[in-house]
């Protein structure tokens, strides 16, 4: 059976910040599920809470698995959601993790300036977009540009969604976390607060940093990031040959 990946987007966008990523393994015949959060894309009008989060992370990831082995990809948010779910006491049916941009442990002084300045953003006209909008213009190219806010922005869920991240023990759940797993970084990126303290908790972890490259790693250097979904898939793809069939 082929590897099925699942993708975790990040906070205020969608599921259509993979637009790249499971474009490129379309080509491949790699199948690529990328569920939408509540209060996120088409669950706009949802109120975000973390059961529902885990809720749909869990469905599909198992709807996945009755296809192929998993590959669990997240992204921000996304990420540290993934890395909560993927460190549950009882394992779920994933066979490799990609956390991208969520090497920090959203609590304190950090978590606190993160919403007071996103909450300042949304006092802004038009809820800060316009400003959104030049910085992203600026620094993502052509072909991804479109993704990141096709599926809507989720500024009425952004707040609710950073306190709730708070509660999560991070920590505690990469000490459980068994399968090949990646921190991938961009080097500007300020989520990576505690990759240090990650890799240390969690040794077996590889840790990427991708260069000249901010928060959006998966939208700012798609190529790069396809190719270590590549690196993850083969990998994945290796330890699948040295089992014995189910059939």
Request: glycine share 8%; proline share 6%.
């Amino acid at each position: 059976m082929s590897v099925q990946v699942v993708f975790v987007h990040g906070i205020r966008t969608s599921a259509t910040m993979w637009r790249s990523q499971r474009a490129h393994l379309e080509a491949r015949g790699i199948s690529g599920i990328a569920p939408d959060l509540p209060g996120h894309g088409s669950r706009m009008t949802e109120t975000f809470t973390l059961e529902g989060a885990f809720e749909t992370i869990d469905r599909a990831v198992r709807d996945a698995a009755a296809h192929g082995p998993v590959l669990l990809v997240g992204h921000s948010m996304g990420g540290l959601l993934s890395i909560a779910y993927a460190g549950r006491a009882e394992p779920p049916p994933i066979d490799a993790f990609i956390a991208a941009s969520c090497s920090a442990i959203p609590r304190g002084l950090g978590l606190a300036a993160y919403r007071a300045l996103a909450r300042g953003f949304d006092r802004l006209p038009g809820r800060g977009q316009p400003i959104a909008d030049r910085i992203l213009d600026a620094t993502l190219p052509a072909e991804t540009r479109p993704d990141f806010g096709a599926g809507g922005y989720a500024y009425d869920a952004q707040d609710l969604a950073l306190r709730s991240l708070s509660v999560l023990d991070l920590l505690d759940s990469l000490r459980r976390i068994t399968v090949p797993t990646w921190f991938i970084n961009g080097q500007f990126d300020q989520l990576r607060l505690h990759e240090r303290l990650f890799t240390r908790t969690l040794p077996a972890a590889e840790l990427i940093v991708v260069p000249r490259t901010s928060h959006l790693v998966t939208a700012m250097r798609p190529k790069v990031f396809n190719a270590l979904l590549d690196l993850a898939v083969a990998t994945v793809e290796q330890s699948q040959d040295g089992r014995p069939s189910e059939s």
